[in-house]
Every structure is written in structure tokens, then in C-alpha cells.
């Protein structure tokens, strides 16, 4: 039972993180404005971004949107979710990094659904590495993803 208690908490923080953020954002800077945080090494942006990561997949029909950008990442991130809250035996550092995914993916698909786009706002410069713009449900997601990589090098019996 407190495992359950505690994946849901993770899962909710990161939603609330990101939804948080996200509206911080939204009423205080313009749409595509140009912040300069840290020199020009860390911006502060609004972009709405009507695709998946990157701007991937903006162009498609809106019926495809419909499936891939909202009704496929739905199915799947119930399916991990539940699953985390059935398996009792489970790694708690794999547990905890789909916890991460699983609610950065429910942030962005929450933006999906209810403004047809994601907000995002954060852009890093350092040197030659420059990232595209993003928001506090792709560090989520980016975080867990790193994690499980990291879980699953050398162990191939990690299952959640």
C-alpha cells in the first residue's frame, strides 16, 4: 500500500511541476519572447509546440494527432502506470524511473488535450551543445528514460 501511495506521489509531483510551470509561463511571458537567464546560455522562451518532441509529428491530419499524440501515449501510460501499482517485487530505482516518465508524459498529454499544443520554455546554450526548447515534462520523461538506460546496462533481468 505505501508503495502505491509513493508512485502515485512521484507521478503527481511531476505533473504538478510541470503544470505549474507551464502556467507561470503562460501568463508571464509572451509567446515567443526571448529571456536571457544566464547570459545566453539558459533562455526563457513560450513556444507552443503543436507535435510530439521537437515539433515531430505538427504536421500531421488532426485525426492522426488525435491517435498519436493523445490517444496512443494514453493507452500506454494507464498500461505503465497500473502495472507499476500491480508488481509488488520491482527494482524501486526502475519503479521510480518510469514513475518519472509516466508522469512527465501525463503532464505534456494534459497540454494535448486541453490546449492542443504543449507549452514549451526552456533552451540551454553551452558552447556547441545547444537544446531544442523544452519543459519540465521532457526532464521528467528525459530523467526516467536516463535512469532506466543507466538501470539496464549490464542487468537483463530488471522488469517492471
Known amino acids: 500500500m505505501l508503495k502505491r501511495i509513493v508512485i502515485l506521489a512521484i507521478v503527481t509531483l511531476n505533473i504538478g511541476c510541470d503544470q505549474i510551470s507551464k502556467e507561470i509561463v ?3 511571458v509572451t509567446p515567443m519572447e526571448y529571456i536571457q537567464v544566464v547570459n ?4 526563457l522562451t513560450n513556444v507552443e509546440n503543436t507535435g510530439a ?5 505538427k504536421g500531421l491530419s488532426p485525426i492522426l494527432k488525435l491517435i498519436f499524440l493523445q ?3 494514453s493507452i500506454v501510460l494507464l498500461i505503465l502506470l497500473a502495472r507499476m501499482l500491480k508488481k ?3 527494482n524501486r530505482w526502475l519503479v521510480l524511473a518510469f514513475a518519472f516518465v509516466v508522469g512527465g508524459g501525463i503532464g505534456n498529454l ?8 504543449v507549452t514549451d520554455f526552456f533552451q540551454i546554450k553551452l558552447g556547441i551543445f545547444k ?3 523544452f519543459n519540465m515534462a521532457d526532464v521528467s520523461v528525459t530523467i526516467g528514460v536516463l535512469l532506466i538506460l543507466f538501470l ?4 537483463r533481468k530488471l522488469s517492471i
Not at 40 to 43: A, L, Q, S, T
Not at 110 to 117: F, M, T, V
Not at 152 to 155: T, V
Open 26 to 28: 503562460r501568463k508571464n
Open 40 to 43: 545566453d546560455n539558459f533562455i
Open 53 to 57: 518532441m521537437l515539433g515531430f509529428g
Open 71 to 73: 490517444g496512443l501515449p
Open 88 to 90: 509488488t517485487n520491482s
Open 110 to 117: 494534459i497540454d494535448r488535450i486541453a490546449y492542443g499544443s
Open 131 to 133: 537544446t531544442g526548447i
Open 152 to 155: 539496464s546496462i549490464g542487468n
